[in-house]
C-alpha cells in the first residue's frame, strides 16, 4: 500500500482494512516536474474516493474497490488546462502583466494580477501603466522582499521567491509544518445523525460552496461527483474566471447572494439551516465579519461541517495574507528548487496547479472524514487545509530523477481521459474523474452553468 495515502488514513482515524480496497497504478514522472506530482495527484484523489466509498459503507452499501491510475489523476490536476467548449479557442488564463520579475537586488517576485481589483492595486504600488515592459522597469526601485510586504500591507497578492532554506528559517515556514496537512476539530456539540441508505455515497447530502479559482471548487466538484448537491453561492459583484467556472461547476447549482445585503445575508443563514458541509475560502476571519465563521455555522446548524481553505494557514504571522497556488509555490522555495533542478535561476513553476488541485481533493477527504465522525460521534466539525501546508506536502512526497526530462501532454494525448457532454454553454469536453469507484462510480449529473443561473433554494 502507498505509504502516503496510508499516513493521510491512519491520522483520519479511519478503518485501516479500508486500505486493502485501493487499487493504485502508475509511477512518476508522469508530468515533468523534479517533484512527484503524479504521487500527489494519485494519494489526493484516492484519499477523497476511498473516504467516499466508506461513507457509503457506513449507510449500508457494499464494499467496493478504489481504483486510481496516476497518468488519469495527473491529468485532472490540469483539468482547467483541457476542459473546452466545442468550437473554442482556448485564451491565455493569465493577465498580461501576471507573472515573475527581478527586483532591484536580484531577488525574483510573482505578481498575481488575474483579478482587476489586484492589478490595479500591484499598478498602484508601483505608480506605473498596465505594460509588463513599466512593471518590470519598476521594479528595479524594489527590493523583493519590500515588494512582498507592501502588496501584503494592502492586500494584493506578490511574494519573493525563496529558497527551501530560506522557508524553513522564516516564522511563517515554521508554523506551516506544526500543522497538520488536514486538521478536523470538534467545534461543537449536536446529536449523532445516520445517513439512510441510498445508491450513492452522498446522495442526500446538501453543500454549500463559497469558492472561486480551483482548490475550492474542485472540493466542491467532488464531492458533487459522488452524488451530493452542491450549491454555489457567488456574488454578481466580485469576479470570477470562467473557464475555471466551466471545468469546477459540473455537478453544481449556482446562486447570487450578496452577503453584506441583510436579505441575502438571511437567505443564506436559511439555506445553512438545511446544509450539511459548508466550504468556504474566505481569508481566515473574513467570514465571520458577515456572521458565518465556524462557530456561528455551528450555533446555526449544530453538526454542520465547516470546511475552511486559506492560502498560508490558521497559525503563524502570514495567516491573514490572501494568497494562490502560483504565488505560494514562490515564496515556498518550490520555484527556487524546481528551477535548480532545471539548471536555471528564474523561477520555475509547477507544472500544474498542484497545490491547487492537493488542497482540493484534500478538502474532500476531510470533509468526508468529519462527516463520518458525525454520524458516528455527533457534533460538527472544522476541516482546515492550506495551499502553503499542501506544497510542504507535496515536498515531503520526495522528488524524482531525471522527473523534467518529458512534456506536458496535448489534448490530442489525453483523448482517452475525456468526457464530452451538453450544457447551456455548448458542448463541453472535460476530463473524467480519476477515481474510479467499482459499485457507485463517479458522475456530475448537472453541466456547468453560468454563475447565478439558479434560484437560491435547495431543490
Not at 99 to 115: A, I, S
Not at 327 to 339: R, V, W
Not at 386 to 394: F, H, N, P, Q
Request: charged content about 20%.
Amino acid at each position: 500500500m502507498n505509504p502516503h495515502l496510508s499516513a493521510l488514513w491512519s491520522d483520519a482515524q479511519l478503518p485501516p482494512e479500508a486500505l486493502d480496497d485501493v487499487r493504485l497504478t502508475g509511477a512518476d514522472p508522469v508530468l515533468p516536474s523534479s517533484f512527484a506530482v503524479g504521487t500527489a495527484a494519485q494519494v489526493s484523489i484516492a484519499a477523497a474516493g476511498l473516504a467516499a466509498a466508506t461513507v457509503w459503507r457506513q449507510r449500508g452499501g457494499r464494499r467496493q474497490t478504489v481504483s486510481v491510475d496516476m497518468r488519469h489523476a495527473a491529468i485532472e490536476f490540469l483539468s482547467e488546462h483541457f476542459a473546452r467548449l466545442e468550437g473554442e479557442v482556448p485564451e491565455d488564463p493569465w493577465d498580461r502583466i501576471a507573472g515573475n520579475y527581478q527586483c532591484g537586488d536580484g531577488r525574483w517576485v510573482r505578481l498575481h494580477t488575474n483579478f482587476p481589483h489586484h492589478r490595479a492595486g500591484i499598478l498602484r504600488i508601483l505608480g506605473c501603466e498596465y505594460d509588463k515592459q513599466a512593471v518590470a522597469t519598476a521594479l528595479r526601485s524594489w527590493t523583493g522582499y519590500d515588494l512582498e510586504d507592501a502588496a501584503a500591507a494592502n492586500n494584493m497578492c506578490a511574494t519573493a521567491m525563496r529558497s527551501f532554506a530560506e522557508w524553513d528559517v522564516h516564522p511563517h515556514g515554521q508554523a506551516v509544518v506544526t500543522q497538520p496537512v488536514v486538521k478536523i476539530t470538534r467545534i461543537g456539540d449536536a446529536p449523532a445523525r445516520d445517513l439512510p441508505p441510498a445508491d450513492r455515497p452522498l446522495s442526500g447530502v446538501r453543500v454549500l460552496d463559497l469558492t472561486r479559482v480551483i482548490a475550492g471548487p474542485v472540493c466542491g466538484r467532488t464531492l458533487a461527483a459522488h452524488g451530493a448537491e452542491v450549491m454555489n453561492i457567488a456574488s454578481a459583484n466580485i469576479p470570477n474566471l470562467p473557464r475555471l467556472v466551466i471545468d469546477t461547476g459540473r455537478g453544481k447549482l449556482s446562486a447570487h447572494l450578496e452577503l453584506r445585503d441583510k436579505d441575502d445575508n438571511q437567505r443564506l443563514k436559511d439555506l445553512l439551516s438545511e446544509a450539511d458541509i459548508f466550504v468556504q475560502g474566505y481569508r481566515p476571519g473574513g467570514l465571520a465579519e458577515l456572521g458565518f465563521g465556524p462557530e456561528d455555522a455551528a450555533r446555526l446548524r449544530p453538526g454542520i461541517v465547516y470546511v475552511s481553505l486559506s492560502a498560508y494557514g490558521h497559525v503563524g504571522p502570514w495567516s491573514g495574507r490572501r494568497g494562490f497556488d502560483s504565488i505560494t509555490q514562490t515564496a515556498s522555495g518550490i520555484n527556487h528548487a524546481e528551477a535548480e533542478a532545471a539548471g536555471q535561476t528564474a523561477p520555475k513553476p509547477l507544472p500544474c496547479q498542484a497545490l491547487d488541485h492537493g488542497s482540493g481533493y484534500l478538502l474532500a477527504f476531510g470533509a468526508l472524514v468529519a462527516l463520518m465522525r458525525r454520524m458516528q460521534e455527533g457534533g460538527s466539525w472544522h476541516v482546515q487545509v492550506s495551499l502553503a501546508r499542501t506544497g510542504r506536502w507535496i515536498r515531503d512526497l520526495g522528488r524524482v530523477p531525471n522527473g523534467l526530462a518529458g512534456s506536458v501532454p496535448d489534448a490530442d494525448a489525453v483523448a482517452d481521459l475525456m468526457e464530452v457532454g451538453e450544457s447551456s454553454l455548448g458542448r463541453l469536453h472535460a476530463v473524467r474523474h480519476a477515481a474510479v469507484l467499482s459499485e457507485t462510480p463517479a458522475r456530475w449529473d448537472r453541466p456547468p452553468v453560468p454563475l447565478g443561473t439558479h434560484p437560491a433554494a435547495w431543490t
